[in-house]
């Protein structure tokens, strides 16, 4: 319920970031988006982490049952697709940025070759967008799995406390 009220807050302040109905489609390009996605999904392809993923937001807000092992699988997994969109998204981005200065080259001398500067910028910063609002959508679940593994302390105010509700013993510097 909580990571529904997260999820739309997300979308709520995300529109209004963008603002009018008109500007959504400067932010609709399939490409960069399919280049952000497209390595998370090979990534948990690849590993058979679809499951894992999959369980990640039902162990985080959801089953409260789950096996240690679960939890661990599943964070790594929500880990793993952060970090592939990062890494994706980074070089998507400097692929889009690399490609737009050498596009622009030849028609530097046009008139409109600030025009199409800004324009090509602009979706080169798309891979970035995506990059961001994937992982600020995974940040919850990745959080909360993370305190619901035992021996995980946390802090509270001044003091440390683990998951189980023993004090943790204090890190000597």
Same mark, same amino acid.
């Given at each position: 319920?909580?990571?529904?009220?997260?999820?739309?807050?997300?979308?709520? $302040?995300?529109?209004?970031?963008?603002?009018?109905?008109?500007?959504?489609?400067?932010?609709?390009?399939?490409?960069?988006?399919?280049?952000?996605?497209?390595?998370?999904?090979?990534?948990?392809?690849?590993? =058979?982490?679809?499951?894992?993923?999959?369980?990640?937001?039902?162990?985080?807000?959801?089953? =409260?049952?789950?096996?240690?092992?679960?939890? %661990? *699988?599943?964070?790594?997994?929500?880990?793993?697709?952060? /970090?592939?969109?990062?890494?994706?998204?980074?070089?998507? $981005?400097?692929?889009?940025?690399?490609?737009? $200065?050498?596009?622009?080259?030849?028609?530097?001398? /046009?008139?409109?070759?600030?025009?199409?500067?800004?324009?090509?910028?602009?979706?080169?910063?798309?891979?970035?967008?995506?990059?961001?609002?994937?992982?600020?959508?995974?940040?919850?679940?990745?959080?909360?799995?993370?305190?619901?593994?035992?021996?995980?302390?946390?802090?509270?105010?001044? %003091?440390?406390?683990?998951? *189980?509700?023993? %004090?943790?013993? %204090?890190?000597?510097?």
């Amino acid at each position: 319920m909580y990571y529904l009220v997260y999820l739309l807050g997300v979308a709520y $302040f995300l529109a209004n970031g963008i603002g009018s109905a008109q500007r959504y489609l400067n932010f609709a390009d399939h490409i960069s988006l399919a280049f952000v996605l497209g390595p998370c999904v090979l990534i948990l392809f690849c590993t =058979r982490s679809f499951c894992a993923f999959g369980r990640g937001v039902t162990h985080a807000f959801g089953k =409260r049952d789950a096996p240690v092992f679960r939890l %661990e *699988e599943s964070l790594h997994a929500v880990r793993m697709v952060m /970090e592939t969109a990062a890494v994706s998204g980074g070089l998507a $981005f400097l692929i889009s940025t690399v490609n737009v $200065f050498r596009g622009l080259a030849p028609s530097w001398a /046009e008139a409109d070759g600030m025009v199409w500067l800004l324009l090509d910028l602009s979706v080169a910063l798309l891979p970035l967008f995506y990059l961001l609002v994937v992982c600020m959508v995974l940040l919850p679940p990745y959080y909360m799995l993370k305190k619901r593994l035992p021996g995980r302390a946390y802090r509270t105010g001044g %003091e440390t406390k683990s998951l *189980e509700g023993a %004090e943790a013993p %204090e890190k000597e510097e």
